[in-house]
């Protein structure tokens, strides 16, 4: 079993920064491709950025140029740069985690984070 904890949301003003952390633990072998998510309310998850396991990312054109995923294998947690944050980034951001669990991939979540930005 694996366990993604979000850290680092809160309330900030629009222009301000954030920096989330997703920790994982239990016993993993491999952490493969990991993503964070948001979810607005009345709005469908959508992703954000992501990382491989080599360290290729991917962002949501919304948030190119102002967020930055990064990830520290050695510590298994992944972390969210967010800076200039505008009010339409309120949302809860979530850790998704591809992680290899005895012989099988298993897609792992963690509880959410909420980030709120005021204008």
């Known amino acids: 079993q694996v366990q993604l904890v979000e850290s680092g949301g809160g309330l900030v003003q629009a222009g301000g920064s954030l920096r989330l952390s997703c920790a994982a633990s239990g016993s993993i072998l491999i952490i493969g491709r990991v993503g964070w998510y948001r979810q607005a309310p009345g709005k469908q998850r959508e992703l954000v950025a992501s990382?491989?396991?080599?360290?290729?990312?991917n962002y949501a054109d919304s948030v190119k140029g102002r967020f930055t995923i990064s990830r520290d294998n050695a510590k298994n947690t992944v972390y969210l740069q967010m800076d200039s944050l505008k009010p339409e980034d309120t949302a809860v951001y979530y850790c998704?985690?591809?992680?290899?669990?005895?012989?099988?991939?298993?897609?792992?979540w963690g509880q959410g984070t909420q980030v709120t930005v005021s204008s």
């Open positions: 998704n985690a591809a992680a290899l669990v005895s012989s099988r991939f298993t897609d792992y």
């Open positions: 990382i491989g396991s080599g360290g290729i990312t």
